[in-house]
């Protein structure tokens, strides 16, 4: 059964990361670091599958319909508790949130140092991320 939520846009899922701050936490008034500029940020998910990566502005975007991908230019925005990244994909908004937290795709043995939420076209989508330095943990063949 595929989950499907309307979220309302990306200042909606931003104004989310930074409420989830506390406000004592040091970090809470400086952008999120964790993942440098210049790091290639892979992602995917589960109901319906989809995946890609993101670096330098470009992120490519797959599905098991589209394995090749579609890429686009995005806009990276470091907030406080983590990071998106916002283009357009065949006329429809595209939104990929990126937070710090333990994830699991639920259908391997791997933990994902990163979560993400994918609005696409009105459509959320959840799953989790990693990059080469922070890398998931388990089989590399699940």
Not at 23 to 28: A, F, K, L, T
């Amino acid at each position: 059964m595929t989950t499907r939520i309307r979220l309302a846009s990306l200042p909606v899922l931003l104004a989310l990361l930074a409420a989830c701050s506390s406000p004592d936490d040091e970090r809470s008034t400086r952008p999120f670091d964790a993942i440098a500029p210049d790091e290639t940020i892979r992602f995917t998910g589960t109901e319906p599958f989809w995946g890609g990566q993101a670096s330098d502005g470009r992120l490519t975007y797959t599905t098991p319909e589209d394995p090749d991908g579609a890429t686009i230019d995005v806009t990276r925005f470091d907030g406080n508790s983590g990071l998106s990244l916002s283009g357009e994909l065949n006329g429809a908004r595209f939104d990929l949130v990126v937070t710090s937290g333990t994830c699991s795709d639920g259908m391997s043995d791997r933990a994902y140092p990163y979560t993400v939420t994918l609005e696409v076209g009105g459509e959320a989508r959840f799953g989790c991320a990693w990059t080469d330095s922070q890398p998931f943990t388990g089989s590399a063949n699940p």
